[in-house]
């Protein structure tokens, strides 16, 4: 089961053999950056496959690697992504599970901050809705990805948009800043779920929204698979139960918490949530 397009990268050798439960969550975050800067990295992950040296361009299709034939960019516009006038460079290390900038509703002036922006995807989609009287702000832990979001932002003309390098644990944005929050199969990565609600619950406005996309459970995962780095990496080891993932929002303070749709996977299911920060 692929969920996220990231449990078809293999993640360092000497991690592969821990047991998560055995992990800090530093080491934990340490595999998820490590697995993510590989996803960053179109060379043996594109649509010619990992055994893309061994392959010719004529194997890929009629246009090679490029963007129409790259299966992370197939993806994207399977979810309702317009990929034809995106940078490749957003759309080939694309690995979100939805697509949330389409249930957002943002409107003109809107500032938004995007939990796990990647390559840039949802961010530039975004861009464009917010104008040039709104922004918005992208928050990854990868610097591989910061850098390849920055570089899609150069080749669109984007100058509202900003992109910073922190942990969704602990947001490196002001209180009361933000008018609707975005993430896309990110948070299930998060070690402490708590915390991330928290932040989010923190730098959103009286009134804010979130609006994500991520995996939840239906049903508890079996041990093993909860326990193996690269099942955690690929975005199912670290998701929660359905009612556990809302509950934590809950938590913190958010109101009309709910599950908008989903579409399920067996076990776990891709879903559109949505909350309210009270005014």
């Avoid at 080939?92 to 922006?117: R, Y």
């Avoid at 944005?173 to 990565?189: E, K, R, Y």
Wanted: net charge negative; aromatic share 6%.
């Amino acid at each position: 089961m692929v969920v996220c397009w990231s449990s078809n990268i293999k993640v360092n050798a000497l991690v592969e053999t821990r047991k998560v439960s055995e992990m800090s969550p530093e080491e934990i975050k340490d595999a998820v950056k490590d697995t993510y800067s590989r996803v960053a990295q179109p060379a043996g992950d594109s649509c010619c496959g990992p055994n893309e040296a061994e392959q010719t361009a004529a194997d890929c299709g009629p246009s090679g690697c490029g963007p129409s034939s790259n299966p992370r960019t197939s993806f994207a516009e399977s979810l309702g992504y317009s990929v034809a006038d995106m940078p490749e460079s957003a759309t080939e290390s694309f690995a979100g599970c939805g697509n949330p900038v389409a249930i957002a509703s943002l409107k003109e002036g809107d500032v938004v901050l995007d939990l796990g922006s990647g390559a840039g995807l949802d961010m530039f989609h975004a861009a464009r809705k917010v104008g040039d009287t709104g922004r918005v702000i992208g928050v990854d832990m990868t610097p591989a990805m910061i850098e390849k979001a920055e570089y899609g932002a150069e080749q669109l003309g984007l100058e509202n948009v900003e992109f910073r390098l922190g942990d969704i644990e602990d947001l490196p944005v002001d209180n009361d800043s933000i008018d609707v929050i975005i993430s896309n199969c990110v948070i299930n990565l998060a070690p402490d779920k708590g915390k991330v609600f928290r932040e989010a619950y923190r730098v959103l406005r009286p009134g804010g929204r979130v609006m994500v996309s991520d995996i939840v459970l239906d049903a508890p995962l079996p041990a093993k698979i909860r326990d193996e780095v690269v099942s955690y990496t690929g975005c199912l080891g670290g998701a929660i139960l359905e009612d556990e993932y809302l509950q934590h929002m809950r938590n913190v303070g958010f109101e009309g918490v709910e599950v908008i749709s989903k579409t399920g996977f067996g076990q776990a299911s891709s879903a559109k949530i949505a909350a309210f920060k009270p005014k």
